[in-house]
């Protein structure tokens, strides 16, 4: 059988429902949403408070299940693995950025951009020059390596998260509402950052409020109560590349 096209697909989700339950009281997260994304694509997920954003996010990183529906990561169906094997999956092939960065203040700026390869039982001598290129890569400065990240700014820290999201080399880069926390002239710089990333073949979904951010990728998905109701063609000068000076 030839190379397919499939092969190309590094995410699928089939009708894929998600319904929290809290108490007696069930909520919709997801209705029923169906999605391909294939290798090296940039795309975003934009729609209102509630429409299930955040929730597609997570079942694409492997951080929670669906209640109905296929996940294919990468061609594996992720839908039946155990906790362990997801976890193993969600640490080869996921990379998460979020709109609080998440980062651990207790550790430093480095051992927080190792944490990836720790858990993949690297050892400290060849994680330490991995987590340097990563740092560099997302434009940080090695000066950051040994202070905590509430030392650093806002827009600095999302770089650090970014870095330790790339780290290990994930097959996909999820981010959600990554410069909502930012100025504006930060938020330039995390999308020039995605650009750049996605230039060098990474595969990455940005969701956002921001058109400018949106304006920026290949393709922008609107959601709505749960449900895929859109597909919309970027305007590329309204990216925030081009408007923020
Ligand atoms: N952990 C949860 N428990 C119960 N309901 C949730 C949970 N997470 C999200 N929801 C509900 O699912 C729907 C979608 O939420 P979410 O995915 O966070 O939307 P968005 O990111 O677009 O704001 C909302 O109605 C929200 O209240
Ligand atoms: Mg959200």
């Known amino acids: 059988m030839p190379i397919s096209s499939r092969s190309e697909e590094v995410i699928r989700l089939e009708k894929v429902v998600k319904i929290y339950r809290v108490g007696e ?3 919709y997260g997801l209705r029923g949403v169906t999605l391909s994304v294939k290798k090296g694509e940039l795309i975003s997920i934009m729609g209102p408070s509630g429409s299930g954003k955040s929730t597609l996010l997570n079942m694409i990183g492997l ?3 669906p209640t109905k529906g296929r996940i294919l990561i990468d061609g594996i169906d992720v839908s039946k693995l155990n906790d362990k094997k997801l976890a193993y999956i969600r640490n080869r092939k996921i990379g998460f950025v979020f709109q609080q960065f998440n980062l651990i ?11 990836p390869l720790v858990a993949r039982g690297i050892p400290r001598s060849k994680r330490i020059p991995v987590a340097v ?5 997302v434009g940080g400065d090695k000066a950051w390596l040994k202070k905590k990240p509430n030392q650093l700014s806002g827009g600095q820290q999302q770089r650090v998260a970014i870095a330790r999201a790339i780290v290990g080399s994930p097959e996909i880069l999820l981010a959600d509402e990554p410069t909502g926390n930012l100025d504006r002239a930060s938020a330039k710089t995390v999308m020039e950052t995605f650009l750049k990333l996605n230039e060098q073949g990474q595969t990455i979904i940005v969701v956002t409020h ?9 393709r922008i998905y609107l959601l709505r109560d749960g449900l895929i109701i859109k597909v919309v063609d970027p305007d590329p000068e309204r990216c925030i590349v081009n408007t923020v000076k």
């Open 210 to 218: 921001d058109p400018e951010i949106a304006n920026c990728t290949r």
């Open 63 to 65: 951080l929670d299940r």
């Open 133 to 137: 290129r990563a740092l560099l890569t």
């Open 105 to 115: 203040n207790r550790l430093t700026v480095l051992e927080n951009i190792e944490l």
């Open 25 to 27: 009281v069930l909520t």
